[in-house]
């Protein structure tokens, strides 16, 4: 016994036996890869969970929760002042048609035409005596365009082929393709009518007339909105098109708007406060988005980090590949999204106060990046239903099923454009909602959702007995397909992804990342989160340390 005493001392003196360096690197190995799992762990949980176990504040939800708020607000005080535009540019385009338009009724015709030689030359020169009498007939605020100290004239255009000999009777004709154009030039303070300005219309070879001439107006309704006004310039284009040479020249009336910046104004009795507030107001959503596109963005890069490690851990110790499904789920989709909407937003608000400060008049591009920016801002808040069990199951299910319904649109797309263009060349001269592709789209569209499936059966023309047939074919064929099969199976996919999801929320873990997560099974609340990596170093060292003293007591 003592000469196994005084070998054991011996032992311990000159170093550490085999056995202890092989147990000390295996507890260094275990600990690491427990370290790598509760990282991992921690990187997945909730705010909440993450509060618990780490006491870290929720910033990222409190800031979106703010972010919605304040985005929602600029959005619809946008929106409310956006609307002033569209209605001041809607109801001076309502105004133009009953000033130049002769005996305009609003909907009192489909198609506003003229038939007679003796019709065309009156129109053309009511819209020249109406153009010469605006000041002293319209109601609004319109003025002539001036370019220096002239004014700019009322300009008519006609197009027609260079020449032509057209004899219907005989079936003959003889056509010079090159097209030619004619103008006349009229000003406001001298308005001649066509044949004392020996302006002649060649009917027989004329393609079009256009009338253009500019007028400028101010909207001043945005002032009781504590809003500057904008000037507005708006080119008026009226055609009479002839390019059918059918009996009928149709005749429209169209506006072209540029909104400017004013180039003189004084506003009395009103102050200027209310703009500097929303342009204030702008800069702190301005702010927001940027805060919070810094959070989100230190998340990404956190969860790529946490992704490469992984798979150094699953390269070096397993010797096997990480599949891309595992490596994706370290890239979170909703933390782009926010990204997106932040990009968005900070664009969308920098125009608004460009817009705010009449520097830029970009009212659609705005529109656009707070529209989208929006948007994007409310599918985000999805992320955090998606904590609770029986919501986050339905975002399970649609991301799920995804995959599956962009390869059963693709299949049922086919099919949908082989009807939109057999419907077209066929039923087209028959039927108005089958003139053009896109209206054929839309038609069929309707017909999927059960939408004007009466009036698209009632419409169709029965000139040709054949063609009718046809149509009834197409239209049954059509609505069985897609209403009873091609709409069910689209059905089936979401509802069969739907209860496989169901069921692999009470199975066990399926992929190898929810295998690796399975064995640590400390909770949020447990204490053991609330370390930083060198400080999870050092615990790992020192339990290490207090195993191999346990070990070497042991043995």
Not at 340 to 356: R, V
């Amino acid at each position: 016994m003592e000469e196994s005493s005084d070998l054991y001392i011996v032992y311990e003196t000159n170093g550490p036996a085999p056995w202890a360096d092989h147990q000390h690197q295996c507890l260094e190995d275990l600990d690491s890869v427990e370290c790598l799992r509760r990282k991992i762990k921690y990187y997945f949980m909730n705010p909440c969970e993450k509060y618990h176990a780490r006491g870290r504040k929720p910033w990222k939800l409190v800031v979106q929760i703010i972010k919605i708020v304040i985005i929602t607000i600029q959005l619809v005080s946008f929106g409310l002042s956006n609307q002033m535009v569209v209605t001041f540019k809607e109801e001076n385009l309502m105004a133009f048609k009953h000033l130049f338009l002769k005996d305009y009724v609003v909907g009192g015709m489909d198609t506003y035409a003229v038939y007679r030689q003796a019709d065309v030359y009156d129109h053309i020169d009511y819209i020249i005596e109406q153009y010469g009498h605006l000041h002293n007939i319209t109601v609004g605020n319109h003025e002539y365009e001036k370019n220096g100290a002239f004014y700019t004239p009322l300009s008519v255009c006609q197009e027609f082929y260079r020449n032509g000999s057209i004899y219907p009777g005989n079936e003959t004709f003889q056509i010079d393709a090159q097209v030619e154009t004619e103008c006349l030039e009229v000003y406001p303070m001298y308005y001649p009518s066509l044949q004392e300005a020996h302006f002649e219309l060649h009917f027989k070879r004329m393609l079009s007339v256009k009338v253009t001439f500019v007028l400028k107006a101010i909207n001043l309704q945005t002032v009781r909105h504590r809003e500057l006004p904008d000037c507005y310039d708006f080119t008026v284009i009226i055609t009479f098109n002839n390019q059918a040479h059918s009996g009928m020249i149709k005749v429209d009336l169209e506006t072209d708007v540029d909104i400017n910046e004013c180039r003189d104004w004084t506003v009395t009795g009103a102050s200027a406060r209310h703009i500097y507030l929303t342009v204030l107001f702008d800069c702190l959503v301005i702010i927001t988005c940027i805060t919070s596109f810094t959070l989100c963005t230190r998340s990404v890069i956190n969860g790529i980090k946490l992704q490469f490690e992984y798979t150094h851990y699953c390269k070096s110790r397993c010797d096997k590949e990480v599949p891309w499904s595992d490596k994706l789920e370290f890239v979170n989709g909703w933390y782009i999204l926010i990204i997106a909407s932040d990009i968005m937003t900070i664009i969308g608000s920098i125009l608004k106060i460009e817009i705010q400060s009449k520097v830029l008049t970009s009212y659609d591009v705005c529109s656009i990046f707070l529209g989208i920016g929006t948007m994007f801002v409310w599918i985000g808040v999805i992320r955090y239903m998606g904590y609770f069990r029986k919501y986050n199951i339905l975002i399970l299910t649609l991301r799920a099923a995804f995959p599956n319904v962009i390869r059963f649109i693709c299949c049922a797309g086919i099919i949908y454009l082989s009807y939109c263009f057999c419907g077209w060349i066929v039923l087209g001269p028959y039927h108005e909602k089958f003139r053009t592709l896109n209206t054929v789209s839309e038609c069929l569209f309707s017909l999927i959702n059960g939408d004007d499936m009466f009036s698209t059966f009632k419409n169709m023309q029965q000139k040709s007995s054949l063609v009718w047939i046809f149509s009834r074919v197409y239209l049954y064929t059509f609505v069985s397909l897609f209403i009873y099969m091609i709409l069910s199976l689209f059905i089936t996919i979401i509802t069969d992804t739907y209860d496989t999801i169901k069921q692999q929320q009470s199975a066990t873990p399926t992929s190898e990342l929810q295998k690796f997560l399975s064995l640590c099974k400390d909770l949020p609340n447990s204490g053991v989160y609330r370390l930083d990596e060198a400080s999870c170093f050092l615990n790992c060292c020192i339990k290490r340390c207090r195993k191999h003293e346990t070990l070497t007591s042991e043995a």
